[in-house]
DNA sequence: GTCCCGACTGTGAGCGTTCACAGAAGCGAT
DNA sequence: ATCGCTTCTGTGAACGCTCACAGTCGGGAC
C-alpha cells in the first residue's frame, strides 16, 4: 500500500510518452541518480566503465536534463533578458541579433521584452517582468535618453548592462563610439574640400544622436571650420526630406546626416528640386543599412559592429554574473567610415 | 545538532537580502503557505480577512512568486520559443515584433533563437535548443523552403506553429495572404492599361516569393495577359538594380517587383540610365518597409499586417497547448495595396 | 592481518511551488 | 446534544534536479 499509483502530473507527453527523468537513467543503468548527474557534468571521478554505461542510458531513453529543475536548484536559469523599443528599425534589430548570438556562444538563453512605449515606466515593466520570468540578468538597449533615466529606476536585484547608451555611471554599458564615427564622417568631408559640414542630427531625446553632435562639432572645431546651426530630424526619411528643403535655403556644400533613413529623404528632396548629389551637395549618412549602396547615389556612411557590441555587452554581463563585476565600465566599438558615392570634393 | 544552519544556496541576492519566499508570507500572515499560494491563485474560498493578510504580507515583504518552482510544478513555464533567420530583414523583424506583443498579451514570455545560417540542421537544433530550454511551445517563422522542409523534422514533444509558411500539412501556420497581395498588385497595373506586368520573383527557396508568382500569374490569366518571363532576384537591392538592367531590355511598361528592397534597386538602375520611373515603367514593391515612401519616387506596395500574424499564430499555438487543437490549420492576413507614385497609366 | 588512503558511489535534504487530500470550525436542522 | 453540511485551512508529497556528506571497496604499507 502507501503510494497509490496516479498518473502523472507532468510529462509533456504530447504523443503519450512521458520524458524521461534521472531516476529512469540511473535505474536503467544500475546506479544511483547521483552518479547520473555526476556524469552529466562530467566529474571527473567516475569510473570509466560505469560512465560508459550512463552514457549509453542516457541515448537509449533520449533523456535530457529538465533546465526548469536545474534552475530551481542552482538559482541560475542560464537565460538572460533584453528589453528593446523598436525592433523594426535597422539600429536595434542588429544589435539584438549581435545580443543573441554572443548569448548563444556563451550558452545562454535569451527572452525578449519589446517596448511599445517608451519611457521610464515601461522600461522598469519590462525588466521587471524578464526579472519575474526568471532571467539571470538583462540587457537594456537604451539609445534614448528616456531608456538611461529608467536605467537609474530598475531593480537591481539581477545585474544589468546597457547598450547604445550614452555615458552614465549606473550601469555598466557596451556601445559604438558615436563620438568617433561622426568625427570621422565630418572629417571626410572637412578633407574633400568642403568649407564646413553641415549637420542633420536625430532627436535630442536619443543619446546616440547627441554625441554625433558632439563629435562633428568637435571635429569641425578641430578644423577651425565655422559651425552651421544644427538641423533636426526624428530618423525617417520624411525629416530627411524636410531637413533638406531648410538646407538648399543655405550655402551648404556637405551635409552630415545622423542615420541613413535621413539621408535617403534628403536625397529623395535633393533630387526632386534638381539638386545632383554629390556634385553640388555631398551626402554622409550614418548606420550603413544594407539598402545604403543602393540609394541614388550610393551612400557614403558609418558602419557599426553590432555582433562585436553584442559579444563586449555579454562580457560585462556575465562578469557582473560571475561576481568580478567593475561596477561601472563603458566598452566602446569603433565605427567604420564607409566610402561610396554621395560625397565628392567641394565645388570651386 | 538538527539543521545545521548554513549558507543558503540560493537567493540571488545580489545586494545581499534575499528573496521573499512562500514560506516568508506565510509566517508573517500566520497561515500556511497553501492558503498563500490559494490567495495568488485567487481561489474563491478564502476568508475575506485571511486574504487581506496575506496580501498585506505579500506587499510588505515584495513577495514575487518564483516563476520557476511554478513551471516545475506546473510543467509549464508560460515561455514560448520563436525560431527566426534574417531578423535584420524588415518582414522577420516585424513578424517577431507581432508575435512578441501578441505572446505579452496572452501573458507569455518569449525566447528567441536566431538561426546564422538556414537549413534543416539548424531549425532542428534551434526548435531543440528552445526546447530544452523549457519553452511551452515554439514558433518557426519560415518563409523559406528549408524551413518549411525541416518542420517535418522537428520534434513534436511541444506544440510547433509555423508564421509565413506555404502551405504545409505538418503544423497549424498563420500567414500573410502573398497570393492574394500579388494578385492585387498585378491587378492595379492592369487596370492602370498596361498589356501586361513583369515580374522580379524573390529566390525560388521562399515560399513566399513562389506565393507571389503564383497570385501574379493567376492574375494575369485571369485577365487573358500574356506571361513574360520570370526574372529572378535575391530580396537584395542589388538584385533588383541587375534584373533592371534585363529588364530594360524589353518591351515591359510594368513590373512588380517582389519586395521593396529589390523594387529600389530596380529604381536605381533606372534612374542611371534615364529611363524615368513612372512615365515609362511602373513599378509596384512588396511589403511597405518605411522607406518605400520616400523611394524617388514613393512606391506603390503592398502592405503586410505583422501584427495580426502574430496574434492568429498565437491564437494557433495557444490552441494546441490546451489541447483543443486543430491538428492542421491555416490562418491567412487579407494584405493592402497601398498606392504612391511609382505606377501611372500605360503609356500610349 | 590491520590500518589507512584514494577512488568511486550512494543517501538525505532541500530548492519554491502546486496538487490531492484531510481536518477544523461554524451553523442550522434534528 | 448530535448530526451533517458548508466553508475555510493545513499537511504531506511530488516536481526533477544538485549539494554536502557519508559510505563502500580494494590494495599498498606496516
Known amino acids: 500500500?502507501?503510494?497509490?499509483?496516479?498518473?502523472?502530473?507532468?510529462?509533456?507527453?504530447?504523443?503519450?510518452?512521458?520524458?524521461?527523468?534521472m531516476a529512469d537513467v540511473a535505474r536503467l543503468a544500475g546506479v544511483s541518480y547521483q552518479t547520473v548527474s555526476r556524469v552529466l557534468h562530467d566529474s571527473p571521478d567516475v569510473k570509466r566503465s560505469t560512465r560508459d554505461r550512463v552514457l549509453a542510458a542516457i541515448q537509449q531513453l533520449d533523456y535530457r536534463?529538465?533546465?526548469?529543475?536545474?534552475?530551481?536548484?542552482?538559482?541560475?536559469?542560464?537565460?538572460?533578458?533584453?528589453?528593446?523599443?523598436?525592433?523594426?528599425?535597422?539600429?536595434?534589430?542588429?544589435?539584438?541579433?549581435?545580443?543573441?548570438?554572443?548569448?548563444?556562444?556563451?550558452?545562454?538563453?535569451?527572452?525578449?521584452?519589446?517596448l511599445r512605449a517608451l519611457n521610464r515606466s515601461t522600461v522598469v515593466e519590462a525588466v521587471e517582468r524578464l526579472v519575474r520570468q526568471g532571467v539571470d540578468g538583462v540587457v537594456v538597449v537604451a539609445p534614448q535618453r528616456a531608456a538611461v533615466d529608467?536605467?537609474?529606476?530598475?531593480?537591481?536585484?539581477?545585474?544589468?548592462?546597457?547598450?547604445?547608451?550614452?555615458?552614465d555611471d549606473s550601469v555598466p554599458v557596451a556601445a559604438v563610439d558615436q563620438h568617433a564615427g561622426a568625427a570621422s564622417a565630418t572629417r571626410h568631408l572637412l578633407e574633400l574640400g568642403h568649407r564646413t559640414v553641415w549637420h542633420v542630427a536625430?532627436?535630442?531625446?536619443?543619446?546616440?544622436?547627441?554625441?554625433?553632435?558632439?563629435?562633428?562639432?568637435?571635429?569641425?572645431?578641430?578644423?577651425?571650420?565655422?559651425?552651421?546651426?544644427?538641423?533636426?530630424?526624428?530618423?525617417s526619411a520624411r525629416s530627411g526630406y524636410e531637413a533638406a528643403q531648410r538646407l538648399v535655403e543655405t550655402d551648404a556644400t556637405a551635409v552630415f546626416v545622423a542615420n541613413d533613413q535621413m539621408a535617403l529623404?534628403?536625397?529623395?528632396?535633393?533630387?526632386?528640386?534638381?539638386?545632383?548629389?554629390?556634385?553640388?551637395?555631398?551626402v554622409v549618412g550614418?548606420?550603413?543599412?544594407?539598402?545604403?549602396?543602393?540609394?541614388?547615389?550610393?551612400?557614403?556612411?558609418?558602419?557599426?559592429?553590432?555582433?562585436?557590441?553584442?559579444?563586449?555587452?555579454?562580457?560585462?554581463?556575465?562578469?557582473?554574473?560571475?561576481?568580478?563585476?567593475?561596477?561601472?565600465?563603458?566598452?566602446?566599438?569603433?565605427?567604420?567610415?564607409?566610402?561610396?558615392?554621395?560625397?565628392?570634393?567641394?565645388?570651386?
Do not use: K
Open 202 to 235: 536625430g532627436p535630442e531625446d536619443w543619446l546616440e544622436a547627441e554625441q554625433r553632435v558632439a563629435g562633428w562639432r568637435a571635429e569641425l572645431s578641430r578644423a577651425r571650420a565655422p559651425v552651421p546651426p544644427l538641423l533636426r530630424g526624428d530618423w
Open 65 to 114: 536534463p529538465n533546465p526548469v529543475a536545474q534552475a530551481l536548484v542552482t538559482g541560475r536559469s542560464r537565460t538572460l533578458g533584453v528589453v528593446s523599443f523598436d525592433t523594426t528599425l535597422y539600429g536595434p534589430a542588429s544589435t539584438l541579433l549581435g545580443i543573441e548570438q554572443a548569448a548563444h556562444d556563451a550558452e545562454h538563453a535569451v527572452a525578449i521584452a519589446s
Open 265 to 282: 529623404g534628403l536625397l529623395r528632396y535633393l533630387h526632386e528640386v534638381g539638386r545632383e548629389t554629390p556634385r553640388t551637395l555631398s
Open 1 to 21: 500500500m502507501g503510494r497509490v499509483s496516479r498518473a502523472p502530473r507532468t510529462g509533456r507527453g504530447l504523443l503519450g510518452q512521458r520524458r524521461a527523468v
Open 286 to 348: 550614418f548606420d550603413d543599412i544594407p539598402e545604403a549602396a543602393y540609394f541614388t547615389p550610393p551612400l557614403t556612411t558609418v558602419r557599426q559592429d553590432f555582433a562585436e557590441v553584442g559579444r563586449r555587452c555579454l562580457r560585462l554581463l556575465l562578469a557582473q554574473l560571475e561576481r568580478r563585476s567593475p561596477a561601472y565600465e563603458r566598452a566602446l566599438v569603433a565605427p567604420e567610415l564607409v566610402v561610396r558615392r554621395s560625397t565628392a570634393a567641394a565645388p570651386r
Open 150 to 167: 529608467a536605467l537609474r529606476h530598475v531593480p537591481r536585484v539581477v545585474p544589468v548592462v546597457a547598450v547604445e547608451a550614452g555615458p
